[in-house]
């Protein structure tokens, strides 16, 4: 545990209230990337993100000295994300809606919620969004260990730990997320690697 | 063979840098010399490497300098909202508490004081011969009830064969959801009214009840369609149970009893 994390856990249990301030100015982007990266959408990362913040301080008094706050941060923000990817699958097949609502650039610059580079290529925009409609098509959990280790910087065991599984079904899981990301990026992979040869 | 599956499993441990110099070594070593390996590693690598390109957008400035007060602004919100329920039952609470505490302890006292005295009277009285045979003597107002009963029990069973009936008649297959018609429930409940007729038809056979007696047989029939309906959207079966009740004009039969039977009691009643 990081001695930051530590001194800042034993302020929250002592109940200093700015603690949790600097709580939320420390992990807010962590949280709401994980939540961007699980769930594709800026939105409901961003509500993701505040409710996961909201249920920390509803049990700042129950929180454990013992406890590893990322660790702990990042559980309730994958679980979070899962629900909420599970309440729009639901609404989706109740509205019989077929639009994938997957924030590609396209529509994040439309929304005007997010700065997009003006000098990037249309190669790198068609890259970008055949990425992201990728980690769309596979499975929620496969999703969510991939971005884990992937983009996020967790480490195996870490991850495993957070979503209390095993070493071997977290890296069973991303090797199915890479198989099945292969099969939907193999078209472009091929340009990619002729294009880029050393890469 | 042992040695590829050892080397898939450190596949990811590579690329992910979790891996000691031992096992790197022998993943080097042994990806050398395998050529499965060798592929597996470089398809893995190339997905890696072409999804490691994605850029997350990043969101305005302005969001990350509002986050804090967005979020204040919320738990203030749901804070508000947790007092509001709280001063409620507050309020349930001191209504309660105007009450005094020895009202309740009067009223817990005169409740143990009727127990004790019903108690006393059942368990300790002397019992009188006398009294004891006069109770056994059936009372001639009594010796009606059975057939009083049956009527009513009929007037029951009618009663609630309407609703399941009445249910299947004003269901429009064409506006609305088959589901909401709660087919299981009312199968369900036409068994146990089927099960029910036929001591039902008994009773009413042996007091010379016929017209209820013939009301419920015809019950009885569109109860066992009901009950033996396939599946819920079996929209043709659910007509054909409709047609029957309306071919055998059921629910005017249904009404013509209600009517009969409160003309009796109007009789009786006038009587006395």
Redesign the interface.
């Known amino acids: 545990m990081a001695q930051n994390d530590q001194v800042l856990i034993d302020r929250l249990c002592s109940g200093d209230q700015s603690a949790f ?1 600097d709580l ?2 420390r992990y ?2 962590k949280v ?2 994980l939540a ?2 699980i769930t594709g959408d ?1 939105h409901e990362a ?1 509500d993701i993100s ?1 409710e996961v ?2 249920k920390i ?1 509803r049990s700042l008094k129950t929180f454990r000295r013992d406890a590893k706050m990322s660790s702990w941060l990042h559980q309730i923000t994958v679980n979070a994300s899962i629900d909420s990817i599970r309440r729009k699958s639901v609404r989706r097949a109740k509205s019989g809606s077929e639009l994938d609502n997957v ?1 590609t ?1 396209e529509n ?1 610059v439309a929304s005007g ?4 580079d003006p000098v990037r290529s249309t190669e790198s925009i068609q ?2 969004n055949r ?2 409609q ?2 769309q098509k596979i499975s929620p959990r496969e999703r969510v260990v991939f971005v884990m ?3 996020n910087g967790l ?3 870490e991850t495993a730990e957070i979503l209390d599984v095993t070493l071997g079904t977290v ?1 069973s899981l ?2 199915r997320a ?1 198989k099945k ?2 099969k939907e ?1 193999s078209p ?2 091929h340009e ?2 002729t294009e880029n040869p050393h ?1 | 063979m042992n040695k590829c599956k050892r080397c898939r499993s450190l596949l990811l441990e590579h690329f992910y840098g979790e891996m000691d110099t031992e096992k790197q070594k022998f993943f080097a070593q042994h990806l050398s010399v395998c050529e499965k390996c060798q592929t597996r590693f470089e398809e893995i690598e190339a997905v890696l490497q072409f999804t490691g390109q994605r850029v997350r957008p990043e969101p305005e400035q302005e969001f990350w300098d509002t986050y804090e007060q967005q979020l204040a602004r919320r738990i203030e919100k749901e804070e508000a909202s947790r007092l509001g329920c709280e001063s409620s039952i507050e309020k349930r609470k001191r209504q309660f508490s105007i009450i005094p505490k020895w009202a309740y302890q009067a009223a817990a006292a005169v409740a143990l004081i009727i127990i004790g005295v019903f108690l006393g009277r059942a368990l300790f009285s002397p019992r009188v011969p006398g009294v004891q045979h006069a109770m056994k003597q059936p009372d001639p107002a009594t010796q009606l009830q059975p057939a009083a009963t049956l009527v009513h029990r009929s007037q029951d069973y009618i009663e609630r064969s309407k609703l399941i009936l009445l249910a299947l008649v004003n269901f429009d297959s064409s506006e609305e959801d088959p589901y909401a018609l709660d087919l299981p429930y009312q199968k369900q409940i036409s068994k146990e009214l089927v099960k029910e007729a036929g001591l039902l038809k008994k009773e009413l056979a042996e007091s010379d009840q016929e017209r209820l007696e013939d009301l419920i047989s015809s019950l009885e029939m569109i109860l066992l369609q009901i009950a033996n309906l396939e599946s819920e959207n079996d929209l043709d079966s659910i007509e054909l149970v409709r047609d029957s009740i309306d071919n055998r004009g059921i629910l005017m039969e249904i009404n013509l009893s209600d009517i009969r039977l409160s003309t009796k009691k109007g009789k009786k009643t006038e009587t006395f």
């Open positions: 301030h939320v100015g807010k982007k709401y990337y961007y990266d800026h961003e505040q913040f909201m301080y924030e650039e994040l919620a997010h700065n997009l890259i970008q990425i992201t990728a980690l280790c992937h983009y480490k195996l065991k890296k991303l090797f890479i990301l292969r990026i472009f992979l990619y690697n890469e």
